[in-house]
């Protein structure tokens, strides 16, 4: 059986019961480590699950697979996923390997921060599609998100926008020479997200969010030391928020008072945020 187990997003205890029965019995046990990280280090997990736990990173998931699923026909492999196992599709991707081997798959659901954004008081319900911000280069600023953020808008929408993570990168001079050499891992701020969406609103001129509009940063969702900033994105693109992971939500038209009234106890002005609340959301539902 291969089992994928979501560990939820904080530190080692955020494993349900469940899922550290699985790791506890399973003959090997990975953990994907590139599409999202825990805040705790791997020794911290094996520590608590009582198990030596199999880095994964993205070559071997992608392009290893078989290794993975060695043996799982006739015993259990545990493969950990920060966060819910499905909220990425390399991990459809792997089931679907799975089953072409005849291999039987169990999903072990956890919190994403797909459901755990609610905890900035924004109705799930009300949120649109979500998209990914990556890092801009000189030469390379994709703007895809751009479209989705707009449908989302037209409809009044919220959009939740997933920031980049670089773990286990290689630059482009190192991939030219061959050399297995790995840049530091990055993660990308709210700060950072604000002033690419800017970016690009200006490149765009669509005027689906400017520097006025509002927005929530949220950082290291679920850990006792979780942040929350609301503001305009000018003023989150000069915040602060500590370490990863951060996440940014681009409020909608149609938000709702009691919305309004709970983001607003952590903005980072909250007279200049009545001011554009009354300017552009308050009566408007798109």
């Given at each position: 059986m291969l089992y994928l187990v979501g560990l939820g997003l904080a530190d080692e205890t955020d494993i349900t019961v469940k899922g550290l029965?699985?790791?506890?019995?399973?003959?090997?046990?990975?953990?994907?480590?590139?599409?999202?990280?825990?805040?705790?280090?791997?020794?911290?997990?094996?520590?608590?699950?009582?198990?030596?736990?199999?880095v994964a990173d993205r070559k071997m998931v992608e392009s290893s697979s078989?290794?993975?699923?060695?043996?799982?026909?006739?015993?259990?492999?545990?493969?950990?996923?920060?966060g819910d196992p499905f909220g990425?599709?390399?991990?459809?991707?792997?089931?679907?390997?799975?089953?072409?081997?005849?291999?039987?798959v169990r999903n072990i659901p956890n919190a994403s921060i797909m459901s755990a954004?609610?905890?900035?008081?924004?109705?799930?319900?009300?949120?649109?599609?979500?998209?990914?911000?990556?890092?801009?280069?000189?030469?390379?600023?994709?703007?895809?998100?751009?479209?989705?953020?707009?449908?989302?808008?037209?409809v009044g929408l919220h959009t939740l926008v997933l920031l980049d993570i670089k773990v286990?990168?290689?630059?482009?001079?190192?991939?030219?020479?061959?050399?297995?050499?790995?840049e530091p891992p990055r993660y990308m701020t709210v700060a950072q997200c604000a002033r690419q969406m800017i970016e690009t609103e200006e490149e765009r001129a669509e005027r689906v969010y400017g520097p006025d509009s509002l927005a929530i940063g949220v950082a290291r969702v679920g850990a006792d030391n979780q942040r929350m900033t609301s503001g305009s994105l000018q003023q989150l693109t000069e915040v602060e928020m500590g370490?990863?992971?951060?996440?940014?939500?681009?409020?909608?038209?149609?938000?709702?008072?009691l919305e309004r009234e709970f983001i607003r106890d952590f903005a980072v002005d909250a007279e200049f945020f009545d001011t554009i609340w009354r300017r552009d959301y308050e009566g408007k539902r798109a």
């Open positions: 029965r699985i790791v506890k019995n399973a003959s090997r046990v990975y953990l994907e480590a590139y599409t999202s990280i825990l805040l705790v280090d791997n020794a911290k997990l094996e520590a608590y699950y009582g198990r030596s736990v199999i078989a290794e993975i699923l060695a043996g799982a026909d006739t015993s259990d492999v545990a493969f950990l996923v920060v990425a599709t390399t991990h459809i991707d792997l089931v679907l390997r799975a089953r072409e081997l005849q291999i039987p954004i609610g905890s900035t008081g924004l109705q799930l319900y009300n949120f649109g599609q979500t998209v990914s911000m990556v890092f801009f280069t000189d030469s390379w600023k994709p703007s895809s998100f751009y479209d989705r953020i707009k449908e989302n808008r037209d286990k990168e290689q630059s482009m001079e190192d991939l030219a020479r061959g050399r297995k050499v790995f370490g990863p992971l951060h996440s940014l939500v681009l409020l909608g038209k149609r938000t709702h008072d």
